[in-house]
Nanobody, 123 residues
Framework: QVQLVESGGGLVQAGGSLRLSCAAS????????VGWFRQAPGKEREFVAG????????NYADSVEGRFTISRDNAKKLVYLRMNTLQPDDTAVYSC????????????????WGQGTQVTVSS
């Protein structure tokens, strides 16, 4: 069992940066791949970035490649999403999720989800 809690969201101007955190509980967290997803109003939840259990493999959506960086600290049971050069289109609720096995961009493959944190980018 894994429980996830996101933090770090907020309001930022276009071009600004934020760092989201995903705090996990549960003894087996370090064996799970973690993904960040986002959902904007009226749109489906979409994959943003993912990281393997060891932190060596990462995957990004084309829309955030080069601007966002995912990383993890297994000792602290934290996964981060550093977001730079934010744009109004990045406005959404951002959620982290965990799964066994390799990183996946398919939300259906994830077993555990956090409640999400709101990110709003003003123009």
């Amino acid at each position: 069992q894994v429980q996830l809690v996101e933090s770090g969201g907020g309001l930022v101007q276009a071009g600004g940066s934020l760092r989201l955190s995903c705090a996990a509980s549960g003894p087996s967290f370090i064996t799970y791949a973690v993904g960040w997803f986002r959902q904007a109003p009226g749109k489906e939840r979409e994959f943003v970035a993912g990281v393997s259990w060891g932190g060596t493999d990462t995957n990004y959506a084309d829309s955030v490649e080069g601007r966002f960086t995912i990383s993890r600290d297994n000792a602290k049971k934290l996964v981060y999403l550093r977001m730079n050069t934010l744009q109004p289109d990045d406005t959404a609720v951002y959620s982290c999720a965990a799964k066994t096995g390799p990183v996946s961009a398919d939300k259906e493959n994830y077993n555990y989800w956090g409640q999400g944190t709101q990110v709003t980018v003003s123009s």
